[in-house]
């Protein structure tokens, strides 16, 4: 028998081999499906596609892309502190915004730039999957860039699987920028007339109660603000379920499609439960929940409407910017646990700086890079931007920063976490093979199927189970 040591290692090597062989054809063919317009259960729940320019790269010009900030004062020190950079550096620049979802066709026409030659040089975003970017060849080595960084504004923020996504084979293909958490806001005021204690809600079953008492459908208040419609959000909070109940997508070495078990069919089984329009729990739902954006629960937040939902930090962000007169009031809630109890603590990285493949002007953007995260400049951003603009780095939480909020104490903590939950591909790391299954929607069109009715529970996880497997082994990753 194989020693411990040695078969974990060689099942991480296999994994490896397996993963590079997801070809480039079946990623790019998942980014068009879902740029086209894909459908959730072809129906009423249309997934967000959007259409995508990318700026033209030239030698001489700093091509820029970022993302667009909830904060208008966070981006316009961006783009000052970028244009001051090019300024400084004698160099003419471009900068321009995107919107880079998974959801998008940024994948494959930042494929088709790389190939052509002309990509832009610089990219800031999110929720872009930097296994893919890698897989596709479209990033350069940072390793250098990052090992400056840290020399310099101290070590990674151990809670954000900074290494597990965006580092491969010891080599780094973009660069943590910003270390973020969810937000679970809750209505203090709301649970306090009910009399109950936010401490106590500890997982889904006790916020979806806590979510019920509070509501009153007659006076427009609606306590659950969780959209399963495919979305950022939407994505985020049907695996959350899907996890809670001990379901996965696949083993822990990522090879293997797990998702048709009894645990992820009692989860569906809880939503289908969640959204029925005449169940237990139907007045809690706002009108048009099952088919919001990510968007829909911001503007339902912030309009007082909902008592209790998931987001970036953006909703607690907007809040404090539009002076909500309950803002006061809000209650945030760390993730919640599985229903076994096991702690879901941890953030993630909640921006990437990267550097295109054959970019034009790649030394200088390495130094702009290095440039963005210098406390003179980063700590101004992340001061006005309500938490959405957090330090993946130790140095960078400075006591200037922590004392702009009391309530970035509570990001700091989830980033802090020395074994944080490794998140969606959870038993297995992050692979490009798995955010190719987020990209497809597929989780949300089961959830879909489940709360109109046109499957069961089981037939919905069956039917994705079968989505999951002809992604894998389109990508060479033969099922048993």
């Given at each position: 028998?194989?020693?411990?040591?040695?078969?974990?290692?060689?099942?991480?090597?296999?994994?490896r081999?397996?993963?590079?062989?997801?070809?480039?054809?079946?990623?790019?063919?998942?980014?068009?499906?879902?740029?086209?317009?894909?459908?959730?259960g072809?129906?009423?729940?249309?997934?967000l596609?959007?259409?995508?320019?990318?700026?033209?790269?030239?030698?001489?010009?700093?091509?820029v892309?970022?993302?667009?900030e909830?904060?208008?004062?966070?981006q316009?020190?961006?783009?000052?502190?970028?244009?001051?950079?090019?300024?400084?550096?004698?160099?003419k620049?471009?900068?321009?915004?995107?919107n880079?979802?998974?959801?998008?066709?940024?994948?494959g026409k930042m494929?088709?730039?790389?190939?052509?030659?002309?990509?832009?040089?610089?990219a800031?975003?999110?929720?872009?999957?930097?296994?893919?970017?890698?897989?596709?060849?479209?990033?350069?080595?940072?390793?250098?860039?990052?090992?400056?960084?840290?020399?310099?504004y101290g070590?990674?923020?151990?809670?954000?699987?900074a290494?597990?996504?965006?580092?491969f084979?010891?080599?780094?293909?973009?660069?943590?920028?910003?270390?973020?958490?969810?937000?679970?806001?809750?209505?203090?005021?709301?649970?306090?007339?009910?009399?109950?204690?936010?401490a106590?809600?500890?997982?889904l079953?006790?916020?979806?109660d806590?979510?019920?008492?509070?509501s009153?459908?007659?006076?427009?208040?609606?306590g659950?603000?969780?959209?399963?419609?495919?979305?950022?959000?939407?994505?985020?909070?049907?695996?959350?379920?899907?996890?809670?109940?001990?379901?996965?997508?696949?083993?822990?070495?990522?090879?293997?499609?797990?998702?048709?078990?009894?645990?992820?069919?009692?989860?569906?089984?809880w939503?289908?439960e969640?959204?029925?329009r005449?169940?237990?729990?139907?007045?809690?739902?706002?009108?048009?929940?099952?088919?919001?954006?990510?968007?829909?629960?911001?503007?339902?937040?912030?309009?007082?409407?909902?008592?209790?939902?998931?987001?970036?930090?953006?909703?607690y962000?907007?809040?404090?910017?539009?002076?909500?007169?309950f803002?006061?009031?809000?209650?945030?809630?760390?993730?919640?646990?599985?229903?076994?109890g096991?702690?879901?603590?941890?953030?993630?990285?909640g921006?990437?700086l990267?550097?295109?493949?054959?970019?034009?002007?790649?030394?200088?953007?390495?130094?702009?890079?290095?440039?963005?995260?210098d406390?003179?400049?980063?700590?101004?951003m992340?001061?006005?931007a309500?938490?959405?603009?957090?330090?993946?780095?130790?140095?960078?939480?400075?006591?200037?920063?922590?004392a702009?909020?009391?309530?970035?104490?509570?990001?700091?903590?989830q980033?802090?976490?020395?074994?944080?939950?490794?998140g969606?591909?959870w038993?297995?790391?992050?692979?490009?093979?798995?955010?190719?299954?987020?990209?497809?929607?597929?989780?949300?069109?089961?959830?879909?199927?489940?709360?109109?009715?046109?499957?069961?529970?089981?037939?919905?996880?069956?039917d994705?189970?079968?989505?999951?497997?002809?992604?894998?082994?389109?990508?060479?990753?033969?099922?048993?």
């Open positions: 028998m194989m020693p411990r040591l040695e078969e974990a290692t060689s099942l991480r090597e296999e994994k081999t397996m993963m590079e062989k997801i070809t480039r054809r079946q990623l790019l063919r998942s980014t068009a499906a879902t740029g086209a317009g894909l459908l959730i072809g129906s009423s729940f249309p997934a596609g959007q259409e995508l320019e990318l700026p033209i790269g030239t030698a001489g010009t700093l091509t892309i970022h993302r667009t909830y904060f208008e004062a966070a316009t020190l961006f783009r000052q502190t970028v244009e001051q950079f090019a300024a400084a550096n004698n160099t620049l471009d900068i321009s915004t995107t880079p979802e998974s959801f998008g066709d940024f994948l494929t088709a730039a790389v190939k052509a030659g002309n990509p832009p040089d610089f800031y975003t999110t929720n872009v999957s930097i296994p893919q970017m890698h897989l596709l060849d479209l990033v350069e080595d940072v390793t250098d860039v990052v090992d400056e960084a840290i020399s310099r070590a990674i923020m151990p809670g954000i699987n290494p597990q996504n965006g580092s084979d010891g080599r780094w293909k973009a660069i943590p920028f910003l270390g973020s958490s969810t937000a679970y806001p809750f209505r203090g005021d709301k649970l306090a007339e009910k009399g109950i204690d936010p106590t809600l500890l997982n079953d006790q916020r979806r806590a979510a019920l008492a509070i009153d459908p007659s006076g427009e208040f609606w659950w603000g969780l959209t399963p419609n495919q979305s950022g959000d939407g994505y985020g909070f049907v695996i959350q379920v899907i996890q809670a109940f001990g379901g996965h997508y696949t083993d822990e070495t990522g090879l293997i499609v797990q998702f048709n078990s009894p645990e992820t069919v009692a989860a569906y089984g939503i289908k969640t959204y029925d005449n169940g237990k729990y139907a007045a809690m739902l706002p009108p048009g929940i099952e088919s919001w954006t990510d968007i829909s629960n911001n503007e339902a937040w912030l309009a007082g409407k909902v008592g209790y939902t998931l987001n970036a930090y953006s909703i962000a907007a809040s404090k910017r539009d002076g909500v007169p803002f006061k009031d809000i209650k945030l809630l760390r993730a919640p646990e599985a229903n076994n096991d702690s879901r603590d941890g953030g993630f990285v921006g990437w990267t550097i295109f493949k054959g970019a034009p002007n790649v030394d200088m953007a390495k130094k702009l890079a290095l440039d963005m995260l406390p003179k400049n980063f700590i101004p992340s001061t006005v309500g938490g959405l603009f957090m330090p993946a780095y130790e140095k960078l939480w400075t006591p200037e920063l922590l702009a909020d009391p309530n970035f104490a509570i990001i700091k903590e980033v802090s976490v020395p074994n944080p939950f490794i969606p591909s038993p297995a790391q992050p692979s490009a093979a798995i955010d190719a299954i987020r990209a497809q929607g597929i989780i949300e069109q089961a959830a879909a199927n489940v709360i109109s009715g046109r499957m069961s529970p089981a037939d919905a996880v069956a994705g189970h079968q989505k999951i497997v002809d992604i894998f082994e389109e990508g060479g990753i033969m099922q048993p």
